[in-house]
């Protein structure tokens, strides 16, 4: 089974801190991602990588980065939190084929006080 | 560009009950078509998808889904639910090319004894 780890279960940080979200997999998967899940308003993209070193913007990125690095890991990174950025952060893997189905992780709750 | 719509936010049912989810899109291109089930503090996971061929599609956990394309629709179907279905359910399209998948809002399935 493909598993999707994700550092942290839960996070608080304070307003202004520099917030590094991190996300493995252990598939070989080519696709990452990371989303966004708030009440009410389902899963949003943030950004995604195809390859290594590759990332494209999903429907959100303002306020985030990320780094591929390494095939297996993939990073998100809130340059300067804000209270706004409290949510639930869903990362992802899949094959590369385009109808392949995503494999999720546990989720991050962050909570920017 | 894809939407989906899930119009229920929250679905009540008794055991032993049928129900149905559902589930509408729109898009200019032919989409793959997918429905994750999210239970409580975990990530989502495939219940089924639709890529070509029959429209009836079965998944895991007694679930079916049927795609209707004149109607745009992907509803999610079991024909007796259990307390253990108690769970958050997503539709998704994926348009195809890189993946940029599209969510609904969520519906949350809540099983009653």
């Known amino acids: 089974d493909v598993k999707v780890t994700q550092s942290s279960r839960y996070l608080v940080k304070r307003t202004g801190e520099k917030v590094f979200l991190e996300c493995v997999q252990d598939?070989?998967?080519?696709?990452m991602f990371w989303y966004r899940q708030d009440p009410g308003l389902g899963l949003r993209l943030i950004y995604f990588?195809?390859?290594?070193?590759?990332?494209e913007k999903g429907d959100i990125p303002e306020g985030y980065s990320v780094s591929r690095e390494k095939k297996e890991r993939f990073s998100l990174i809130l340059e300067s939190a804000s209270t706004n950025q409290t949510s639930m952060y869903l990362c992802?893997?899949?094959?590369?084929?385009?109808?392949?189905?995503?494999?999720f992780g546990n989720g991050t709750r962050l909570t920017v006080t | 560009a894809q939407s989906v719509t899930q119009l229920d936010s929250q679905v009540p049912v008794f055991e032993e009950a049928p129900v149905e989810l559902r589930c509408n899109y729109s898009?200019?291109?032919?989409?793959?078509l997918f429905w994750y089930v999210q239970y409580p503090n975990q990530g989502l996971q495939l219940l089924l998808k639709?890529?070509?061929?029959?429209?009836l599609v079965k998944g895991i956990n007694g679930f079916e889904a049927e795609f209707n394309k004149s109607q745009t629709s992907f509803h999610l179907r079991k024909p007796s639910v259990h307390i253990s279905d108690t769970a958050e359910y997503f539709c998704?399209?994926?348009?195809?090319?890189?993946?940029?998948?599209?969510f609904g809002t969520g519906t949350k399935l809540q099983v009653i004894p």
């Open positions: 998704a399209v994926n348009p195809g090319g890189y993946q940029k998948v599209t």
């Open positions: 598939m070989d998967h080519e696709n």
């Open positions: 990588s195809y390859d290594v070193k590759m990332k």
């Open positions: 898009s200019s291109v032919s989409v793959y």
């Open positions: 992802a893997s899949s094959l590369g084929q385009y109808n392949s189905p995503l494999h």
């Open positions: 639709y890529l070509s061929g029959s429209t």
